[in-house]
């Protein structure tokens, strides 16, 4: 009797595991706004931030700086160009991402997803939501250089961007040549979607959980979140 209620226990603990992983896709952006975790309005409870935006030169934003993507004159507030992925290793990447539509439920927390199509299939990361809005509570709005500007644009105003930013407003860039348009501290970040994710990255499916931060995401973004 002891052995079935230990192996039914056991079971739903996998069960539970499982269960525990939430379908949903990825998106990608690159707007050059100030982050809707830079509000300390925003952030998720128990977090202790909010994350770092910056000015025009990525040096970090003066206090009282006003969101480029609402402002235009005076002090504004980017993102930070430390925001683009980093590969870990080939099946691996870290990263900041919008997630979901109410930003106080994820404000700086970080989830893990996997690719279950496209071709990154089987690849992972890791990241930390600094932003949320305008995508579905089951997205991840990757932050990528030339992934698109959006809604909003500050892109022009920081870096000289085309109007509408670089390649498509929603999804940017369709290639890795057009990377090519980009300031050369973005690049980087931008051939990671076409060279270490292999594609376009809008509306591929993952499965995700929320899992802690790593350090090297809050230590970039200046943002913790409640532990899990
Ligand atoms: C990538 O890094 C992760 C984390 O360190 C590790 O678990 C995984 O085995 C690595 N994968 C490869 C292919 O090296």
């Not at 925003?42 to 402002?71: D, E, I, R, W």
């Not at 071709?119 to 030339?146: E, L, R």
């Not at 961007?161 to 980087?188: F, H, I, K, M």
Request: overall charge negative.
């Amino acid at each position: 009797m002891q052995v079935l209620v230990f192996a039914f226990f056991t079971l739903s603990a996998v069960l539970g595991l499982v269960q525990a992983q939430t379908a949903g896709t990825t998106t990608t952006t690159w707007d050059c706004c100030e982050p809707a975790c830079g509000y300390t309005s925003n952030l998720s409870p128990g977090a202790t931030g909010p994350v770092k935006s910056c000015n025009q030169n990525n040096g970090a934003a003066s206090s009282g700086a006003q969101n480029a993507c609402f402002s235009s004159g005076g002090d504004l507030a980017f993102s930070c160009s430390t925001y683009q992925p980093i590969i870990v290793n080939g099946t691996l990447s870290y990263g900041f991402a919008g997630h979901g539509n109410t930003a106080t439920a994820s404000c700086c927390k970080c989830y893990k997803f996997t690719w279950t199509s496209g071709a990154a299939s089987g690849k992972s990361m890791i990241v930390q939501a600094i932003n949320a809005g305008g995508i579905t509570d089951n997205d991840f709005d990757i932050y990528t250089p030339g992934g698109g500007v959006g809604d909003y644009n500050a892109c022009t105003a920081q870096y000289g961007a085309p109007s509408g930013g670089w390649g498509r407003q929603y999804g940017g860039v369709s290639s890795d040549a057009e990377c090519s348009q980009l300031p050369s501290n973005l690049q980087a970040g931008c051939h990671w979607r076409w060279q270490w994710a292999g594609g376009d990255v809008n509306t591929w499916q993952i499965t995700y959980n929320q899992v802690n931060c790593p350090s090297q995401l809050t230590s970039i973004s200046g943002c913790t979140p409640a532990g899990i």
